[in-house]
């Protein structure tokens, strides 16, 4: 009776193990994993495994590892989300620079340099380092946005200079308790993009936006309730200057730390840049905050124009908490 009793217990054991390997694996549509447990070894083959223009959601849960790979998800691999297992062990990186020379003896550029590039549509990620190894040697991106609806929800984009790409003037892009640093324009590009609940991290000197909004586009970069801090020395950057004209950043209820200069924004050397870009503030505190010091064109939001700055506004009715 007693063998019997083990035999079942050892059953229910085995029977219990398999349901919960079954369990974890029906929660997403596709594994991957270094030691073979998964789907896939590599995030790139995961990507390629999902179907152009599906229609639901795909979710792909990586675990945890260095997955050394400079991944592209194209404009066909929509509604893509990405889930990582533990966000500082669940690494995406790769080492190019914008110097770094292609098979045909040519540079790279700054957009070539990065380490995964998202085209698709409706994209998230949750619970992922995005990174680019290659050092303080110029441009060499993280993370290159282009896809509309992105959503990041705690992640880190780690890098230098040019961290991170929000490319396109149509793509509307969402990070929620991120943790971003680098050191010259490392949030850079024309997106309009909202960081809420986000640390901002500043190395070495330098400026933290870059906007190329065009003129078309209202609202650019919008900081909520972020944290702007680092390790560089005290009034040594500046919050933002205009990569293009009509550049727009504004920082809404933001910690501001001792690092951010009492002037707080460049024109990039040219003054006609004062007359088109917009750059704002609201609220904000810390050692940097400081807007009777600040250059005379940039602004302070009011009671009045702070109510323009609610997500379904600034994203045209999407609404990322959805």
Request: some cysteine.
């Amino acid at each position: 009776m007693k063998k019997i009793l083990f035999y079942c217990s050892i059953v229910l054991l085995l029977n219990s193990s398999v349901i919960k390997a079954s369990n974890f694996r029906s929660a997403y549509d596709i594994i991957v994993a270094q030691d073979g447990s998964g789907n896939y070894k590599t995030v790139q083959e995961a990507i390629n495994a999902v179907p152009d223009f599906r229609k639901v959601v795909t979710t792909i849960f990586i675990k945890n590892g260095i997955y050394k790979e400079k991944l592209n998800l194209s404009a066909s691999k929509q509604l893509v989300k990405m889930i990582g297992e533990n966000v500082e062990k669940t690494i995406l990186t790769f080492d190019d620079w914008a110097q770094r020379k292609n098979n045909f003896g040519e540079e790279k550029g700054t957009s070539g340099s990065a380490s995964f590039y998202i085209y698709g549509p409706q994209f998230s990620a949750e619970n992922i380092t995005f990174q680019n190894t290659a050092g303080p040697v110029g441009q060499a991106v993280a993370l290159f946005v282009a896809g509309d609806k992105a959503k990041f929800v705690n992640c880190r984009m780690l890098g230098f200079q040019d961290t991170l790409y929000t490319y396109g003037y149509a793509s509307r892009q969402y990070y929620y308790k991120c943790y971003i640093e680098g050191t010259v324009d490392f949030i850079f590009g024309s997106s309009t993009a909202v960081f809420e609940e986000c640390e901002i991290f500043c190395k070495n000197a330098g400026y933290i936006t870059a906007s190329s909004s065009p003129d078309t586009s209202k609202y650019g970069y919008v900081f909520l309730n972020s944290k702007v801090l680092g390790n560089a020395p005290a009034n040594s950057f500046y919050l933002g200057r205009p990569w293009r004209p009509f550049a727009k950043s504004v920082f809404i209820n933001c910690d501001l730390g001792k690092i951010i200069k009492a002037e707080g924004w460049d024109n990039w050397g040219k003054e006609t840049n004062e007359k088109t870009a917009f750059y704002a503030e609201y609220n904000n505190t810390g050692a940097g905050a400081n807007p009777k010091a600040r250059v005379a064109w940039s602004h302070q939001l009011n009671e009045k124009t702070i109510k323009e700055y609610t997500l379904d506004q600034i994203f045209n009715g999407w609404n990322p908490k959805e």
